[in-house]
T-cell receptor, first 118, second 115 residues
Framework: ETGVTQTPRHLVMGMTNKKSLKCEQHLGHNAMYWYKQSAKKPLELMFVYNFKEQTENNSVPSRFSPECPNSSHLFLHLHTLQPEDSALYLC?????????????????FGPGTRLLVL | AQKITQTQPGMFVQEKEAVTLDCTYD???????LFWYKQPSSGEMIFLIY??????QNATEGRYSLNFQKARKSANLVISASQLGDSAMYFC????????????FGTGTRLQVFP
């Protein structure tokens, strides 16, 4: 595998289900991100992990629970979602120098998981 | 106020022609970076090109170039010799120095290349 991979690519779940999205990066990066992309809206940053530590939670509801066990893997645990949570969920990774970000740091994205909540 | 504005929801271009996708930005941070990404229907965001606020030259990457006009706060993407495979959504994004974790995206422009 190369780049950033995400599984599953498509997910349909009921509001009472619990599911998890998985992201894996094969780029040797040390920062990982979750984004939400809804129709007609800009990409919204959800969570940021630097060196496995969460550094940003962009006011995301608690029904979304991220987990970063190591620098290569990122999960998004989902429970009791709402229909308005249906969206494309994108994972990204980047390389931070010595834990400090730079404006030129490039994020590389995975193919996303298309989530439909019924 | 929106940080990144892409005023063209859709653009059409004929194959082999050049096309310019507009992007304006708003920041008071003197240090920032500007990015363009391509998103085909498959969903993946593909990094195309980067321009730093202190870069003297406009960025170029193959058929992609960035027309950076700092005083006007614009960072337009120019695609030369369009190909059918260029049909996709294109997003402009910015990162400011005061919060380098956050990449701020515009709403995107859908480009369709026709034969």
């Amino acid at each position: 595998e190369t780049g950033v991979t995400q599984t599953p690519r498509h997910l349909v779940m009921g509001m009472t289900n619990k599911k998890s999205l998985k992201c894996e990066q094969h780029l040797g990066h040390n920062a990982m991100y979750w984004y939400k992309q809804s129709a007609k809206k800009p990409l919204e940053l959800m969570f940021v992990y630097n060196f496995k530590e969460q550094t940003e939670n962009n006011s995301v509801p608690s029904r979304f629970s991220p987990e970063c066990p190591n620098s290569s893997h990122l999960f998004l645990h989902l429970h009791t979602l709402q229909p308005e949570d249906s969206a494309l969920y994108l994972c990204a990774s980047s390389h931070k120098l010595a834990g400090v970000g730079q404006v030129g740091e490039t994020q590389y994205f995975g193919p996303g998981t298309r989530l439909l909540v019924l | 106020a929106q940080k990144i504005t892409q005023t063209q929801p859709g653009m059409f271009v004929q194959e082999k022609e050049a096309v310019t996708l507009d992007c304006t930005y708003d920041t008071s941070d003197p240090s920032y970076g500007l990015f363009w990404y391509k998103q085909p229907s498959s969903g993946e965001m593909i990094f195309l090109i980067y321009q730093g606020s202190y870069d003297q030259q406009n960025a170029t990457e193959g058929r992609y170039s960035l027309n950076f006009q700092k005083a006007r706060k614009s960072a337009n993407l120019v695609i030369s010799a369009s190909q059918l495979g260029d049909s996709a959504m294109y997003f402009c994004a910015m990162r400011e120095a005061y919060n380098t974790d956050k990449l701020i995206f515009g709403t995107g422009t859908r480009l369709q290349v026709f034969p």
